[in-house]
């Protein structure tokens, strides 16, 4: 099926390690996300992109650096695992081109866990 | 800082109750308010939406109301139903912006049969 897929699905890292998390759509969408969700806080923007080869920080980027080397992969990398870190990340997608009405497409997530 | 507020924070209703979850804002530049729904290990899904030119929006048994004057917009849910049992999250955007969505904090509904 089409849409937003996110690897892998679980992980336990541990304290300083680094992991990368990567997001692929196949809808050709312009704009990606990456979103992180704590209970209570709701969905806060980390970073995202507008096009392949683009980047921007959103409201929490500390800790997190992305890449978009090729247009339907958005990659998140943390350097140095930390365990306000743990959380449950979603990519999400959108075609762009400056209307925000057609609504994002989100991946199912990927639990992790920093001990 | 949070630009969108969102409550309750849980909710419990019967089936058939109207639940009603509530969110306000803060930047009046805002122009596209969207509801998200999600379920248990799966990301949110997009709902409804509706932009300041109306002051209500219907699909089906969800029903958005929003008032500019206040800030402020609801989700309704007519008819509730125990598979409405979920949590919804309100969001906030602009046009020409990356397409950001500032989500509210999340409301946990469950609807009892």
């Known amino acids: 099926n089409a849409g937003v897929t996110q690897t892998p699905k679980f992980r336990v890292l541990k304290t300083g390690q680094s992991m990368t998390l990567l997001c692929a759509q196949d809808m050709n969408h312009e704009y990606m996300y990456w979103y992180r969700q704590d209970p209570g806080m709701g969905l806060r923007l980390i970073h995202y992109s507008v096009g392949e080869g683009t980047t921007a920080k959103g409201e929490v980027p500390d800790g997190y650096n992305v890449s978009r080397l090729k247009k339907q992969n958005f990659l998140l990398g943390l350097e140095s695992a930390a365990p306000s870190q743990t959380s449950v990340y979603f990519c999400?997608?959108?075609?762009?081109?400056?209307?925000?009405?057609?609504?994002?497409?989100f991946g199912s997530g990927t639990r992790l866990t920093v001990v | 800082q949070q630009q969108v507020k969102q409550s309750p924070q849980s909710l419990i209703v019967q089936k058939g109750g109207i639940p009603i979850i509530n969110c306000a804002y803060e930047n009046t530049a805002f122009d596209y308010f969207p509801w998200y729904q999600q379920f248990p290990g799966k990301g949110p899904a997009l709902l409804i939406a509706i932009r300041p030119d109306v002051s209500e929006k219907k699909e089906g048994r969800f029903t958005i109301s929003f008032n500019k004057s206040a800030k402020q917009f609801s989700l309704h849910i007519m008819d509730s139903q125990p598979g409405d049992s979920a949590t919804y999250f309100c969001a906030a955007s602009r046009d020409n912006q990356g397409g950001k969505l500032i989500f509210g904090q999340g409301t946990e509904l469950s609807v009892k049969p």
């Open positions: 999400a997608s959108t075609p762009g081109g400056g209307l925000v009405s057609y609504g994002y497409t």
